[in-house]
């Protein structure tokens, strides 16, 4: 069965430093999503690609994280600087946008500990 | 904005009791609607989603949810608890024609052996 691939799985790292986590959706998902989870809540949309494009990066803190999509294939989210606050779980989505059944496919996460 | 709301926070019952989570959401048209599991230290789990025909639908693990459109509800049950289900559930919803997920607050269950 085709999964979301993320890595790291966990990450450690001191503040002021930088971080890059790394998506492989679904092949043929043309939609991609980064979340955030902090510990106890729900995800949180940080980004939305469909194919190459961003198509919602509103809540995506632009002054620290950039997120890319080059090949409109893989992801990278990166952080710098990374923060104390920053500590959470970021997670990958991908869906296939399929209007009546559409669906998301989530990886395992990145675990963020910022020291 | 869409909302999703999981009223229950923090649930804690005894094995052999019925659950009942509650999920409500705010989108006037037609939605798609999912309920996600995560166990302690892993990731969020499909255990039922609804697209459209019967309300009532039947997920994993003994997992049932029914859509009432009326009420703008999808609740989640389950007649007789284990202890490994011990988890976070969460509510998502997909308006249909938008590409976009939106997720509730989640709900901790505790169940004691």
């Known amino acids: 069965e085709a999964e979301v691939a993320q890595s790291p799985r966990y990450k450690i790292t001191e503040k002021s430093q930088a971080v890059a986590f790394w998506c492989d959706p679904i092949?043929?998902?043309?939609?991609l999503y980064w979340y955030r989870q902090i510990l106890g809540q729900g995800p949180e949309l940080l980004v939305q690609?469909?194919?190459?494009?961003?198509?919602?990066d509103s809540q995506l803190p632009k002054d620290r994280f950039s997120a890319e999509r080059l090949k409109g294939v893989d992801s990278t989210l990166k952080i710098q600087p990374a923060e104390l606050g920053d500590s959470a779980m970021y997670l990958c989505?991908?869906?296939?946008?399929?209007?009546?059944?559409?669906?998301?496919?989530f990886g395992p996460g990145t675990r963020l500990t910022v020291l | 904005a869409q909302s999703v709301s999981q009223h229950n926070h923090h649930v804690i019952l005894s094995e052999a009791a019925s659950l009942e989570l509650g999920c409500n959401y705010s989108?006037?048209?037609?939605?798609?609607l999912f309920w996600y599991v995560q166990y302690p230290g892993q990731h969020l789990q499909l255990l039922l989603k609804?697209?459209?025909?019967?309300?009532l639908v039947k997920g994993i693990k003994g997992f049932e949810a029914e859509f009432i459109k009326s009420k703008f509800s999808f609740n989640l049950r389950k007649p007789s608890v284990q202890w490994s289900d011990t988890a976070e559930y969460f509510c998502?919803?997909?308006?249909?024609?938008?590409?976009?997920?939106?997720f509730g607050s989640g709900t901790k269950l505790n169940v004691k052996p």
């Open positions: 609804y697209f459209s025909g019967d309300p």
């Open positions: 690609f469909q194919d190459e494009s961003v198509v919602d």
């Open positions: 092949s043929g998902h043309a939609t």
């Open positions: 998502a919803v997909n308006p249909y024609n938008f590409n976009k997920f939106y």
């Open positions: 989505a991908s869906s296939p946008m399929d209007r009546a059944h559409n669906e998301q496919f």
């Open positions: 989108y006037g048209g037609t939605v798609n």
